[in-house]
């Protein structure tokens, strides 16, 4: 399938298959083949960025090949669905409520129950992780008995960048424009990138629309406020788009066809797909600076589409835009309660390293989380599985959070809070607290420091019944505050954080 390279945009695989169908089609053959040294077939993946947010797995579906989520240690299904529930959410609702329902995915979902969407997830979408895995297992594709650092040793892989524009990783000493790798993969693989659609400002890694292969996209455009929204306006351009599949859709009802295959009406189905990301990303088109003409019209096409599959006349109800936004929403807003709280602390997650006047280096690490520090406290008692005080809780999540400090070498670990609150009723406001733990007694000093010229940039004030000058309770120092200022966020804790250890 993926080997059509006349056409550098694969819309035409999905349109010609049904959007599951190709989905389970790519996701067993996501391997090259290579006989005897040669290359028979190698997959062009599709590529979001690492957040691999909804924007960027769901353009990666769109464009088609072999969409690759850019996940490194998250295997594709329950992994995928504890980690990205949204995604989940999106693509059950995409592909459980078009008229003809999928009959096989709801069969799943009445013998497993939740396993429905799980299954869902492993037969059809492929991660980092799952490539990795997959080339390990083949002796034929990566010589895993090779040097891994050494040049020359990794697999040639070509991709297509979605929702990104600057690959890491790039085959130093000599940094070769649009050649690179990814976290995961940059052992075994070394990508070239065959394309690009993105709404992010050009960082030039891309090389110009000569040097790629003919029909090959470089649509890079910073102003819309969904990725999406772009690759839809390329697919419509180059008349990719399924025009007549609603035709089709309607011939193949009356003949039942469709009744209990995996195919669905797929026009529906890529058009709802689409539309989660386009209305996630923009606030339901109503998020002020974010939202542009691109998504409008996006928007409007794809729920054009769907009404025009699904006629309102044939007893169904009408879909329900506002309805299928908020679904997706409300699995967004609540993807931490799948997580633990090792997870939790990573998801946001930056280190830097610093040289004291004295030359010791120092590692510093701040873990945003967006719920407030009780919650992720509490969360862990349910890890734990005891009942006990609140004490016990806090000195619980202070050893995870110790584990992970441990686990990444650092000297000093933060945590930083933002959350929305209802204080007594009132009015919600938007809150930060922030701890800052130096592990061994050494970086007391520094840390010392930090809290005194901290005090009133950030607003520190005391958090619980947590001592406000800070304690030695738990090896080294300690300091929980309640953060006044919110204006300040990572951005700024950072740096100053960082000064308190360079002087
Ligand atoms: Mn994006």
Known sequence: MPQDTSMNL????????GLLPFLKHARHHFLPTIRNGITTYSPIYVLGNQSADLDSIISAILYSYVPLVNLTDVRGGSGLRRLRPEFACALELAVSSSSSSTAST??????????GIVQLLKEHILTVADLREGLLSSPDVVNTDAEPKKMGNKLELDCVMVDWNNLPHKTSPQEEQGKGSIDGLSDLVSFTVTGCIDHRPDEGFVPPLGRLPEGSPRVIISGPGSCTSLVIRE???????PVSSSEVHEERQRQHVSEGS?????EVQLAKLALASILIDTTNLTAEGKVTDVDREAASFLTERISSSSPTGGGGKEWDRDSFFQKIQYAKAHSLDWLTVDEMLGRDYKDWTETTPSGDKKVIGIASVVRPLNWIIDKGEDEDDKSTTADDNLKSFLGKLKKFALERHLDVISVMTAFNTEDDGKEERFARELL???LEDDNSDALEKFANTAKKQLGLQKWNEFPIEGSHEYSGRLYIWKQGNVSQSRKQVAPLLRRAFTG
């Open 10 to 17: 694969g819309p035409s695989h999905i349109t010609s298959s």
């Open 106 to 115: 709801e069969g799943k979902r009445d013998k497993d129950g939740e396993d």
């Open 235 to 241: 697919i419509r351009e180059r008349v990719l788009w």
């Open 262 to 266: 995996e195919e669905g009406d797929w």
């Open 436 to 438: 800052v733990w130096g």
